[in-house]
């Protein structure tokens, strides 16, 4: 049960990386030689790209059996960032995964990708790349999941009365969720088998009624 999970380093994929570690997962971090790797995960067997060509790639993906993209464009004034990073990398990765066998991989999106007219375009029509990156796993004919949480924030109190929505595509536009919880959501999907070739919209409150991803999908896939 080894789970790659590449921008280990990044918000979200720290904690993917730590919730991983607590189901079981045997984990390696797939990070940048400038990547910052939280204390927490410091022990995780680590590799580094010397640069972002599909060799190094392939060669940090071998021998793994699943794959969590956390990756993302970091908020800058380079307005190719979307287009190299949330599109481009994706597809380098899934070519990878392809070439190693690694045969089930879980991406985090985000909600409304695809949607043209959302201010969040103003950084490089993100959400219209995200979507393209998105259809190149669709089509890649691996087991994928893609979850696509609302408004990432990193509060970790009250976390137990915090329960996901989980819902198909299309069915959310806004709303937002700790990203403890999009970590524990990636963990989940990768022992549901329900959600694989699944879009999985996801956001968190206090009023939603609680339930769990397999449950979720079987209701909103009538
Ligand atoms: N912010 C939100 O409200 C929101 C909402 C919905 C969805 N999302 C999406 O959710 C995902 C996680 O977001 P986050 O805010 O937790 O992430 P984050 O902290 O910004 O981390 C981004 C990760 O991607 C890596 N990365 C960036 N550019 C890269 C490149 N060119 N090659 C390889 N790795 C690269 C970073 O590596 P380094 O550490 O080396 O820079 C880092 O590990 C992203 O896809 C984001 O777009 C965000």
New binding site residues.
């Given amino acids: 049960m080894k789970l790659a999970i590449?921008?280990?380093?990044?918000?979200?994929?720290f904690r993917v990386a730590e919730e991983a570690i607590s189901a079981g997962y045997e984990v390696r971090l797939i990070?940048?030689s400038?990547?910052?790797i939280p204390e927490s995960i410091q022990g995780c067997e680590r590799y580094v790209?010397s640069d972002?060509n599909g060799t190094t790639l392939d060669y940090a993906l071998q021998g793994c059996e699943s794959l969590v993209i956390?990756?993302?464009?970091?908020?800058s004034i380079d307005l190719t960032?979307p287009a190299?990073?949330?599109y481009l990398?994706i597809k380098k990765q899934i070519e990878s995964c392809k070439r190693q066998k690694l045969n089930r991989v879980v991406l985090?999106?985000?909600?409304c990708a695809g949607k043209l007219i959302h201010p969040l375009n103003l950084f490089g029509l993100?959400l219209i790349w995200?979507r393209l990156g998105e259809r190149s796993l669709q089509k890649s004919g691996l087991d994928w999941t893609v979850i696509?949480?609302?408004?990432?924030?990193e509060n970790e109190t009250n976390l137990k009365n915090q329960n996901i929505l989980f819902s198909g595509d299309k069915t959310q536009e806004e709303g937002?969720i700790p990203?403890r919880l999009?970590a524990k959501a990636c963990i989940e999907a990768l022992k549901t088998k329900d959600s694989i070739e699944k879009i999985i919209e996801i956001t968190s409150s206090e009023e939603n009624p609680k339930t769990n991803m397999s449950k979720a999908i079987k209701a909103f896939s009538i």
């Fill in positions: 590449t921008g280990a380093s990044g918000k979200t994929g990070v940048r400038q990547s910052d790209l972002t956390a990756t993302g464009a970091r908020p960032g190299k990073v949330d990398n985090v999106s985000s909600l993100i995200k696509r949480p609302g408004g990432l924030n937002s990203r999009v």
